[in-house]
């Protein structure tokens, strides 16, 4: 699935839109997007490296405003390629700073869609400790701030590959924790998120995504050691 992914990129990006769209066999839990911004709410989608995330943001920025955070490829003449693929349907590229910060709030502000990759590892003093699948991942703490900010509804979102034919959307309500304004609590329900959403096919997560990189052990290293802590 990891192979199909990045032999699909240049369908996400390149094809005509028409084509694309005909390859999205479904989409189940518009209704959660819908009904948040009727009620003036932005909506947080979490969309983790699960299934073919660049259809998802195609297909999200096809139907809505929608913001994601962006930073550009190592390689940097794929970088121009990257960025027209995926602003092509009028998504909004932010950078991963406070600036790029200060775009997704205005967005959601807006009653707009915004895009986290929940399953990415911040930096030191950007997160906190919590489970993945049991184990504890260095997970990112901006979401509960953006939720605290602008009492959006947050869901995950991934398209899955149905082989052969194209491709089924999905969008789940998001863990019931993710809502705290405790940053360890918000953390625990963004991952179990994760989780409810990989449980719809395992198969297509991109497993050797490394969340495991930083330990609870080198958190004693760094400054205000304190700060980090394994819940």
């Known amino acids: 699935h990891s192979a199909a992914t990045m032999l699909e990129l240049g369908h ?3 094809a005509s839109p028409a084509r694309v769209e005909a390859h999205i066999l479904a989409v189940h839990g518009r209704d959660k997007l819908d009904d948040a ?3 003036g709410r932005g909506v ?4 983790p490296h699960f299934g073919n995330w660049e259809v998802l943001n195609f297909w999200l920025s096809s139907h809505f405003p929608f913001t994601a955070m962006y930073e550009p490829p190592k390689i940097a003449d794929l970088e121009p390629i990257i960025r027209h693929g995926r602003e092509r349907m009028g998504a909004s590229l932010v950078p991963t700073n406070s600036r790029g ?3 997704l709030l205005k967005a959601l502000k807006r009653s707009e869609a915004i895009g986290i990759l929940p399953d990415q ?3 030191w003093g950007s997160g906190v400790f919590a489970p993945f699948f049991e184990r504890p991942a260095y997970t990112a703490t901006l979401l509960p701030k953006l939720v605290a900010r602008t009492q959006a509804r947050v869901v995950t979102g991934m398209a899955l590959r ?4 194209g491709f089924v959307i999905h969008f789940l309500d998001a863990d019931e924790r993710v809502y705290s304004e405790d940053d360890a609590t918000s953390a625990t329900g963004v991952n179990a998120s994760v989780e409810a959403s990989i449980a719809l ?3 297509q997560y991109q497993w050797e995504y490394k ?3 930083k330990v609870v052990e080198e958190a004693e290293g760094v400054a205000n050691a304190s700060d980090y802590r394994l819940y």
Do not use: M, S
Request: charged share 25%.
């Open 12 to 14: 996400a990006w390149i």
């Open 37 to 39: 911004r009727a009620q």
């Open 44 to 47: 947080i989608v979490l969309a």
């Open 101 to 103: 910060v200060a775009a």
């Open 121 to 123: 590892e911040p930096d």
């Open 162 to 165: 149905v082989p052969g034919k």
């Open 201 to 203: 096919d395992p198969a």
């Open 211 to 213: 969340r495991y990189r």
